[in-house]
């Protein structure tokens, strides 16, 4: 035991503490460890065996020739220089050294890559989506006849670059296409379609072209499509009161049979205009005349077709 009453200096009773607390009896479960404040002589401390790490070798270089490369990248995914037995160089050096290579190279992991899109894996791929497709038909062998069961021509856009999102606002844009003779529409109804639509018709082609962007969603810019498509031929078939008293006086272009030229050529011959040989020669180059107006081109068709309706020699050259 320990005295504690004598008057002992502070250092002589940390000393005796710890002789006492370390020479004290060990328990026969040596479950906690003695408390040493102080390093005892003699004692020494198991050194720690450091742990290795095995390095392996690159897979690249344990590859084979003919290996499935759809096996060892099914998928997208970050670039992986391990991975791909290319020697791919990217990125911005100054002038005179070297391209940085694969490894460690940040370039080439922040942008995607395409590497899961080989043409072995996309034949593999075309191969197992075939037996959810149907046989393209045999009676659709042309391009007329195409375009006479599909007239509507839809267009849209993916994008794939290297930016923080995937998402693109230009793939939201659609465009819609399609011949206005596919919508049989009489003269009336075209005019009036042609109107509306305005410089969205093509008339050397007869294409009318309608882009829709407002909407954030592609799918959200094809249904407005259809809809203006929709509203645009039913307001033209749509006949309104004041239409009805619209007069020849009115009218925005030359019609010849709605004209005095047909009277007269129906008077002149006693038959319906229809039945007049070189009618149709005659009758476009007046409509010709009085839409384009008057120069060398439409004089002379004019006195050709004429002379073609009534019979007469023609001019000699």
Same mark, same amino acid.
């Given at each position: 035991?320990?005295?504690?009453?004598?008057?002992?200096?502070?250092?002589?009773?940390?000393?005796?503490?710890?002789?006492?607390?370390?020479?004290?009896?060990?328990?026969?479960?040596?479950?906690?460890?003695?408390?040493?404040?102080?390093?005892?002589?003699?004692?020494?401390?198991?050194?720690?065996?450091?742990?290795?790490?095995?390095?392996?070798?690159?897979?690249?270089?344990?590859?084979?020739?003919?290996?499935?490369?759809?096996?060892? =990248?099914?998928?997208?995914?970050?670039?992986?220089?391990?991975?791909?037995?290319?020697?791919?160089?990217?990125?911005?050096?100054?002038?005179?050294?070297?391209?940085?290579?694969?490894?460690?190279?940040?370039?080439?992991?922040?942008?995607?890559?395409?590497?899961?899109?080989?043409?072995?894996?996309?034949?593999?791929?075309?191969?197992?989506?075939?037996?959810?497709?149907?046989? =393209?038909?045999? !009676?659709?062998?042309?391009?007329?006849?195409?375009?006479?069961?599909?007239?509507?021509?839809?267009?849209?856009?993916?994008?794939?670059?290297?930016?923080?999102?995937? /998402?693109?606002?230009?793939?939201?844009?659609?465009?819609?296409? *399609?011949?206005?003779?596919?919508?049989?529409?009489?003269? /009336?109804?075209?005019?009036? *379609?042609?109107?509306?639509?305005?410089?969205?018709?093509?008339?050397?082609?007869?294409?009318?072209?309608?882009?829709?962007?407002?909407?954030?969603? /592609?799918?959200?810019?094809?249904?407005?499509?259809?809809?203006?498509?929709? !509203?645009?031929?039913?307001?033209?078939?749509?006949?309104?009161? =004041?239409?009805?008293?619209?007069?020849?006086?009115?009218?925005?272009?030359?019609? =010849?049979?709605?004209?005095?030229?047909?009277?007269?050529?129906?008077?002149?011959?006693?038959?319906?205009?229809?039945?007049?040989?070189?009618?149709?020669?005659?009758?476009?180059?007046?409509?010709?005349?009085?839409?384009?107006?008057?120069?060398?081109?439409?004089?002379?068709?004019?006195?050709?077709?004429?002379?073609?309706?009534?019979?007469?020699?023609?001019?000699?050259?």
């Amino acid at each position: 035991m320990i005295n504690l009453s004598k008057r002992l200096p502070f250092r002589g009773i940390e000393k005796q503490l710890t002789v006492a607390y370390s020479s004290a009896p060990k328990e026969q479960h040596d479950e906690f460890k003695a408390l040493n404040l102080y390093k005892v002589k003699g004692a020494e401390t198991p050194r720690r065996i450091p742990r290795k790490t095995p390095v392996f070798a690159p897979r690249t270089t344990q590859m084979a020739v003919d290996q499935d490369w759809g096996s060892v =990248w099914p998928g997208p995914r970050t670039f992986h220089p391990a991975s791909v037995p290319l020697p791919v160089r990217q990125g911005f050096t100054e002038k005179g050294a070297p391209i940085p290579d694969k490894y460690a190279n940040a370039e080439l992991m922040k942008i995607p890559n395409f590497l899961h899109l080989t043409p072995p894996v996309i034949k593999r791929q075309c191969e197992a989506l075939k037996k959810f497709c149907t046989p =393209w038909p045999a !009676a659709l062998d042309s391009a007329e006849k195409i375009q006479q069961h599909f007239p509507l021509e839809i267009t849209s856009s993916d994008y794939c670059h290297s930016s923080p999102s995937i /998402r693109d606002p230009m793939a939201r844009i659609v465009t819609l296409r *399609f011949k206005l003779s596919s919508l049989h529409l009489e003269s /009336r109804a075209k005019d009036k *379609f042609l109107r509306l639509v305005g410089d969205k018709y093509v008339k050397d082609t007869d294409t009318v072209t309608i882009v829709t962007d407002r909407c954030p969603l /592609r799918k959200q810019n094809l249904d407005y499509a259809m809809y203006l498509l929709t !509203a645009l031929y039913h307001e033209s078939k749509k006949v309104e009161p =004041w239409e009805e008293l619209k007069s020849e006086a009115d009218m925005e272009t030359y019609i =010849w049979e709605n004209n005095v030229s047909k009277q007269a050529v129906e008077k002149i011959f006693g038959v319906a205009a229809e039945q007049v040989p070189n009618i149709k020669q005659y009758s476009q180059a007046v409509t010709d005349y009085m839409n384009e107006g008057e120069n060398d081109y439409t004089i002379s068709k004019y006195g050709l077709s004429v002379r073609d309706l009534l019979n007469l020699p023609q001019p000699i050259s």
